[in-house]
Nanobody
Framework: QVQLVESGGGLVQPGGSLRLSCAAS????????MGWYRRAPGKERELVAT???????TYLDSLKGRFTISRNNAKNTVYLEMNSLKPEDTAVYYC??????????WGQGTQVTVSS
């Protein structure tokens, strides 16, 4: 089994920055893809960014330039650097780890609130 534990969420003013972290533990197979998704109030969950074991990345187009995903394979940890935050970035952010044909795992979520 795989466990994902997110940290780093909180309240930030518009224009501010936050860094989310997600540490994976358990039976982790490689290669894999780690990523971040978010669900804003009243909306469907959406992909924010993903990164493969070889560090190939994908982003929600509207977030390119403001958000950066990275990972430390030795620590099985993925990060999301969020800059120039806007109120519309307010959401619960979920960490995801996917191993093709083997499993798809989710963290419990961390709240990010952008408000003055």
């Amino acid at each position: 089994q795989v466990q994902l534990v997110e940290s780093g969420g909180g309240l930030v003013q518009p224009g501010g920055s936050l860094r989310l972290s997600c540490a994976a533990s358990g039976s982790i197979f490689s290669p894999n893809t780690m990523g971040w998704y978010r669900r804003a109030p009243g909306k469907e969950r959406e992909l924010v960014a993903t990164i493969t074991s070889s560090r190939g990345t994908t982003y929600l187009d509207s977030l390119k330039g403001r958000f950066t995903i990275s990972r430390n394979n030795a620590k099985n940890t993925v990060y999301l650097e969020m800059n120039s935050l806007k109120p519309e970035d307010t959401a619960v952010y979920y960490c995801n780890l996917r191993v093709d044909l083997l499993g798809n795992y989710w963290g419990q979520g961390t709240q990010v609130t952008v408000s003055s």
